[in-house]
């Protein structure tokens, strides 16, 4: 491989690192919209994550294609180590460590994200289970005039009828 050649790759591998860096930041603001409720900042920012990882993807492609003759398939950065000159193995290794840490700095974002949003499912069936009266087999308890709690023995409480 010739010097430019090895240029393109650490830029490649570098872009590559950035990408990581703006999608992992994606999934930081995704759990702070959860948070928040924010349903449009949501919708944008799966955009954003929609197209980091096609950027990654045909960032990916690029360098597998530019040395399919030197790296045999599957392809992994972590083989284009050889192939580089001595003097910049160590900026091309630190680069490769930081995305693999970033890797798994996403996946673990990535499923604290879902586990946060499947529990706030399960709260809001929970929670509209309770209002409409569904998914209980007695009568449940409502409150008096006098404000205090009596168990119904007559017809429950018409809050929510219809399903939602």
Do not use: H
Not at 10 to 35: M, N, T
Not at 121 to 146: C, E
């Amino acid at each position: 491989m010739n010097r430019d050649d090895v240029l393109w790759i650490e830029q490649q591998v570098e872009k590559k690192k950035q990408l990581y860096q703006k999608l992992r930041d994606c999934f930081e603001k995704e759990r702070e919209a959860l948070i928040q409720v924010e349903i449009d900042a949501l919708w944008r920012i799966s955009g954003e994550k929609d197209a980091l990882c096609r950027e990654i993807g045909t960032v990916r492609k690029e360098l597998a294609d530019t040395v399919a003759s030197v790296c045999p398939a599957p392809f992994d950065l972590r083989q284009l180590y050889p192939v580089l000159p001595r003097t910049g193995r160590a900026v091309f290794s630190e680069n490769v460590r930081q995305i693999l840490v970033l890797k798994r700095q996403i996946d673990m974002l990535r499923q604290q994200n879902m586990t946060f949003m499947n529990e706030s499912l399960k709260f809001m069936d929970q929670i509209m289970a309770m209002i409409s009266g569904g998914g209980k087999n007695n009568a449940p308890a409502v409150y008096n005039r006098r404000c205090s709690l009596n168990p119904s023995k007559q017809k429950s409480v018409r809050f929510l009828r219809q399903e939602v």
